[in-house]
């Protein structure tokens, strides 16, 4: 079969609005399924966040490397733009939307393997579309579980929200910005492999591990960090085909605590101070409104969550494995009562009816729909980096904002992350609104791009930029676009990768 665009036959354009738009029919590489269904093309044209852009003219799902290499080959000989996916169910950021006409899906959804699991290195090889909402049964048989980000939502790819540099709850075991990845395998935008870290010997996956070879780093071939440079890219160097995870071993005692205060700042210190002894095998810090998202099922609950939590909460969640489970419980207690007590932060195993112990198990069960959209039906969210003590400044910048904006009526929530070992933080807030009052969802749009724009100006890093943050994250900056051109021109020389998706010029 020949590769490329053919112009579709005048019967066959009745095959919904999207192709009556693009009015072509695809000869797709052999061997890789070909959706053209109408209904499913503009499933991908919008997004929580992304209203309206282009229709892709088809959905191409490859079920192996193999087929991503001829893919995104065929695509470079064509001149056809490829925007990668590996999540399902409801996205958001609209960085798997299309941003120009001529483009088709790269759906990895189907790749949901588990390749390879050793409990002795703590280590899972999955593929790209193996999703929260089925991972940790995938890994359970192996004795391991996987660390994740907060309260994931089920369709949710594992390798994107790393790839996304989502922060993992886990901060006991964040080190560095591509943790928990060991080595990977990327197929780049120029038709290449390019096996990264501990993968970047000799051999296919399968003769490696026959060997006794484990992927377990994540920097390499030599002092090249391709990792790094497609984190964050949002698909637009190229994807990720599968990647060596680091996970956490079951363990055979768990139990949770809220720490809670009327001020931000020591709750930060008592954060601080655990992770310098390494105390708890997940940690974040919420306000009311965010742990009354997480807890409540309804707005009822919610409302009256709001006004029974107290202002501020360190969640801990404490954990023990198979050797002397009891003593390692009791002392991580009791150094967590003591640290309470030096910062004056009031421990407590429940607040309003709600266990610690019980919120951590919920942790564990990823849900079809963002617990952030439980309660009004849609949200928008505002998240940086910045150091932990200077987290506490940025909370008035955002409030102020939403009521000069006459919108102080909505809740606003906070949720703060210790990253690298408390080195630093994901600052993120998040504004429940109800999308069919169409007042608030129009002033909110407005005032959270000015809410932002405070924040940088205040010393917010964007390592994330999606929509109009790409600006805010660059405009102090000029040469970065410069380098980014650059890198663009060596790993995606012909553009196709989800193009016009960042400013690369």
Same mark, same amino acid.
């Given at each position: 079969?020949?590769?490329?665009?053919?112009?579709?036959?005048?019967?066959?354009?009745?095959?919904?609005?999207?192709?009556?738009?693009?009015?072509?029919?695809?000869?797709?590489?052999?061997?890789?399924?070909?959706?053209?269904?109408?209904?499913?093309?503009?499933?991908?044209?919008?997004?929580?966040?992304?209203?309206?852009?282009?229709?892709?003219?088809?959905?191409?799902?490859?079920?192996?490397?193999?087929?991503?290499?001829?893919?995104?080959?065929?695509?470079?000989?064509?001149?056809?733009?490829?925007?990668?996916?590996?999540?399902?169910?409801?996205?958001?950021?609209?960085?798997?939307?299309?941003?120009?006409?001529?483009?088709?899906?790269?759906?990895?959804?189907?790749?949901?393997?588990?390749?390879?699991?050793?409990?002795?290195?703590?280590?899972?090889?999955?593929?790209?579309?193996?999703?929260?909402?089925?991972?940790?049964?995938?890994?359970?048989?192996?004795?391991?579980?996987?660390?994740?980000?907060?309260?994931?939502?089920?369709?949710?790819?594992?390798?994107?929200?790393?790839?996304?540099?989502?922060?993992?709850?886990?901060?006991?075991?964040?080190?560095?910005?591509?943790?928990?990845?060991?080595?990977?395998?990327?197929?780049?935008?120029?038709?290449?492999?390019?096996?990264?870290?501990?993968?970047?010997?000799?051999?296919?996956?399968?003769?490696?591990?026959?060997?006794?070879?484990?992927?377990?780093?994540?920097?390499?071939?030599?002092?090249?960090?391709?990792?790094?440079?497609?984190?964050?890219?949002?698909?637009?160097?190229?994807?990720?085909?599968?990647?060596?995870?680091?996970?956490?071993?079951?363990?055979?005692?768990?139990?949770?605590?809220?720490?809670?205060?009327?001020?931000? +700042? /020591? &709750?930060?210190?008592?954060? $601080?101070?655990?992770?310098? =002894? #390494?105390?708890?095998?997940? !940690?974040?810090?919420? *306000? @009311?409104?965010?742990?009354?998202?997480?807890?409540?099922?309804?707005?009822?609950?919610?409302?009256?969550?709001?006004?029974?939590?107290?202002?501020?909460?360190?969640?801990?969640?404490?954990?023990?494995?198979?050797?002397?489970?009891?003593?390692?419980?009791?002392?991580?207690?009791?150094?967590?009562?003591?640290?309470?007590?030096?910062?004056?932060?009031?421990?407590?195993?429940?607040?309003?009816?709600?266990?610690?112990?019980?919120?951590?198990?919920?942790?564990?069960?990823? +849900? /079809? &729909?963002?617990?952030?959209? $439980?309660?009004?039906?849609? =949200? #928008?969210?505002?998240?940086? !980096?910045?150091?932990? *003590? @200077?987290?506490?400044?940025?909370?008035?910048?955002?409030?102020?904002?939403?009521?000069?904006?006459?919108?102080?009526?909505?809740?606003?929530?906070?949720?703060?992350?210790?990253?690298?070992?408390?080195?630093?933080?994901?600052?993120?807030?998040?504004?429940?609104?109800?999308?069919?009052?169409?007042?608030?969802?129009?002033?909110?749009?407005?005032?959270?791009?000015?809410?932002?724009?405070?924040?940088?100006?205040?010393?917010?890093?964007?390592?994330?930029?999606?929509?109009?943050?790409?600006?805010?994250?660059?405009?102090?900056?000029?040469?970065?676009?410069?380098?980014?051109?650059?890198?663009?021109?060596?790993?995606?020389?012909?553009?196709?990768?989800?193009?016009?998706?960042?400013?690369?010029?």
């Amino acid at each position: 079969m020949g590769i490329g665009f053919e112009p579709a036959a005048p019967e066959e354009r009745n095959v919904g609005i999207a192709f009556t738009e693009n009015a072509s029919r695809l000869h797709a590489p052999a061997g890789i399924a070909c959706s053209i269904d109408g209904a499913e093309l503009r499933s991908f044209a919008s997004d929580g966040d992304t209203p309206q852009g282009h229709v892709p003219r088809a959905v191409l799902k490859p079920r192996s490397t193999d087929e991503i290499l001829s893919l995104i080959r065929w695509a470079n000989d064509s001149g056809t733009g490829v925007v990668p996916v590996s999540s399902t169910g409801r996205r958001r950021r609209g960085d798997t939307v299309p941003a120009r006409d001529n483009v088709v899906i790269a759906d990895l959804s189907g790749m949901n393997r588990l390749l390879h699991a050793d409990a002795r290195d703590k280590i899972a090889i999955l593929e790209a579309g193996v999703d929260f909402g089925t991972v940790d049964d995938l890994l359970q048989p192996h004795g391991l579980r996987a660390l994740r980000p907060l309260s994931p939502r089920a369709g949710k790819s594992v390798l994107a929200s790393f790839l996304e540099r989502e922060p993992p709850i886990n901060a006991n075991d964040h080190w560095d910005v591509a943790d928990p990845f060991g080595g990977t395998l990327l197929v780049l935008g120029n038709g290449h492999c390019a096996p990264t870290g501990g993968a970047a010997i000799e051999g296919t996956l399968a003769e490696q591990l026959a060997r006794g070879h484990r992927q377990m780093m994540p920097i390499g071939p030599t002092n090249l960090d391709l990792l790094r440079v497609l984190q964050g890219a949002q698909g637009s160097l190229g994807l990720m085909a599968w990647a060596a995870l680091y996970c956490e071993r079951i363990p055979t005692m768990e139990r949770g605590w809220f720490a809670s205060a009327d001020a931000l +700042e /020591p &709750v930060i210190d008592l954060a $601080r101070e655990l992770l310098h =002894h #390494r105390i708890g095998n997940a !940690l974040f810090i919420v *306000d @009311r409104v965010q742990l009354a998202l997480l807890l409540a099922r309804d707005a009822a609950a919610f409302n009256a969550l709001c006004g029974a939590l107290p202002a501020w909460t360190l969640f801990v969640g404490l954990s023990a494995g198979r050797q002397a489970p009891e003593e390692k419980m009791a002392w991580q207690q009791a150094d967590l009562r003591a640290g309470g007590e030096r910062h004056g932060v009031g421990l407590a195993e429940s607040l309003a009816g709600h266990t610690a112990t019980a919120l951590g198990q919920r942790l564990r069960v990823a +849900e /079809p &729909v963002s617990f952030r959209d $439980r309660v009004s039906g849609a =949200h #928008r969210e505002l998240f940086f !980096l910045q150091q932990l *003590d @200077r987290a506490a400044g940025f909370v008035p910048l955002v409030r102020d904002g939403l009521t000069k904006a006459g919108l102080g009526h909505l809740p606003l929530g906070v949720y703060i992350q210790p990253m690298a070992q408390g080195v630093y933080g994901h600052i993120e807030f998040t504004l429940p609104y109800d999308p069919d009052k169409a007042d608030d969802a129009q002033r909110s749009a407005a005032a959270w791009q000015a809410a932002a724009e405070r924040c940088a100006d205040a010393g917010a890093f964007f390592s994330r930029p999606y929509g109009a943050w790409s600006d805010l994250a660059y405009r102090h900056d000029d040469g970065i676009r410069s380098m980014m051109a650059l890198t663009k021109s060596i790993l995606d020389p012909a553009g196709v990768m989800n193009p016009n998706r960042l400013p690369y010029s």
